[in-house]
């Protein structure tokens, strides 16, 4: 029998999750045995995530040793991410209004979930300003932003040791040699973790299920219907054309990606393919400077799939309560996610934190969220697997622009997942 390769074992993990989850719902007896599984998961990969960042940037800058060249980085990272989120909140506010998935919906017929617990944070990002951004990526206390995944100070940290090992010459070459076998360590040991994704991914799924059960999606399957739809156009087109523009098939992209795809939809977090998505892009010619600078960095400022998500889900909020929102009120929306969307990747349920801080600038009720915060972790799976593919993609451009791009050492690697891929069928 030829090996079943990680992607179908996680898909198969999936369905039996679903499958499991549909039979038994409203089954408690399902989330206290399943639970402990999927959390035990993310817990693995969240374990792993810090050390990975911290030291493929500090080899990543270290190699490089330019401050002018990292400061020039950055400018056009920051641009990029602005740009593409950009786009992507004029697509979700365009998908809202032509298809029009708020009409008609009988909110009598809809059960209300419980958002009081991201209502404590809503207050904070109200008061996050684009300055604040900036002034929050620097760490008042290491370890404090350490303990709590404040990923932005990690890099800021990370960028700066990396500059002074690089300084200090051949004094620095034994803590370069220690971090770098700290990086290859931490990619056996995801590899190994990995093992365990289709058991975490039956587990996270299977209790989502049971929890709210497929016959929730129906009342709202227009807004479900119209946001995987709009995903999958951004995705193929938006994306295809960025990567047409650098010179890449985005559909080699799925390819390399297949995996992760599937993993960051079925648990719908981002960070549980983090590590791999570093070491497969720098395996697909992006040199490990920009690849260990460019993905952590966007999941706190190039979240494309979360701003398009929010876009469209305040206009569909509106359109059930028979608010028409104008045009300039569109444009004041478009401008406050631009901001309100960026840097604060580490709040719990940063979606709907946002709506809940964005809504009532353009007079929405905030309380329509309450009506989809049912079916929003179905929601979280399609923006979060975008997210991945834009950041990917993010690493690419970057690389590109910086005329780093090992097109030879692209093809190879892309030779070698098609050939893998015949060896399973």
Request: with cysteine; glycine share 10%; aromatic share 10%.
């Amino acid at each position: 029998m030829k090996r079943i390769g990680l992607a179908w074992q996680i898909l198969i993990g999936l369905i039996l999750g679903i499958a499991v989850g549909a039979i038994f719902f409203g089954n408690p007896a399902v989330q206290t045995y399943l639970q402990p599984i999927g959390t035990i998961f993310i817990r693995l990969i969240k374990m792993i995530v810090i050390p990975i960042v911290v030291s493929s940037i500090i080899v990543g800058v270290a190699g490089v040793g330019d401050i002018k060249k990292l400061g020039k980085l950055g400018g056009k990272t920051i641009l990029y991410f602005e740009i593409i989120t950009t786009v992507a909140i004029i697509v979700g506010l365009l998908a809202a209004n032509i298809f029009q998935p708020g009409s008609g919906v009988d909110m009598g017929n809809l059960s209300k979930g419980d958002i009081s617990s991201y209502m404590n944070t809503t207050e904070e990002v109200k008061s996050h300003s684009f300055a604040d951004t900036f002034v929050n990526i620097v760490p008042a206390n290491l370890f404090d932003s350490l303990m709590r995944g404040d990923m932005l100070a990690i890099i800021f940290f990370s960028v700066f040791f990396g500059l002074g090992v690089a300084a200090i010459g051949e004094k620095g070459k034994p803590v370069l040699a220690f971090f770098q076998g700290t990086a290859d360590a931490m990619f056996y040991v995801t590899n190994q973790i990995m093992k365990f994704a289709p058991f975490g991914v039956f587990a996270l799924i299977g209790v989502t299920v049971s929890m709210f059960g497929l016959e929730s999606l129906i009342p709202l399957s227009k807004l479900v219907i119209t946001v995987y739809g709009t995903m999958l156009f951004f995705t193929v087109v938006v994306f295809g054309i960025v990567a047409r523009m650098v010179g890449v098939n985005i559909f080699n992209l799925f390819a390399i990606l297949k995996d992760e795809l599937i993993l960051a939809y079925s648990t719908a977090s981002s960070e549980t393919v983090l590590p791999k998505l570093i070491e497969k892009m720098e395996r697909f010619g992006c040199p490990k400077a920009i690849t260990s600078f460019v993905i952590p960095t966007g999941y706190s400022f190039n979240l494309d799939g979360s701003t398009l998500y929010q876009a469209l889900a305040a206009v569909f909020i509106a359109q059930m309560y028979d608010i028409d929102l104008t045009i300039a009120q569109q444009i004041s929306l478009l401008l406050v996610l631009m901001v309100t969307s960026k840097g604060i990747a580490g709040v719990p349920g940063v979606s709907f934190v946002v709506l809940l801080a964005t809504l009532g600038t353009v007079g929405i009720p905030v309380e329509g969220l309450a009506f989809i915060a049912g079916i929003d972790r179905i929601l979280d799976m399609a923006r979060t697997a975008v997210n991945v593919v834009g950041n990917s993609l993010a690493t690419i451009v970057l690389s590109k622009w910086e005329k780093q791009y090992d097109e030879t050492k692209a093809i190879a690697y892309l030779n070698e997942v098609k050939e893998k891929k015949l060896a399973t069928e």
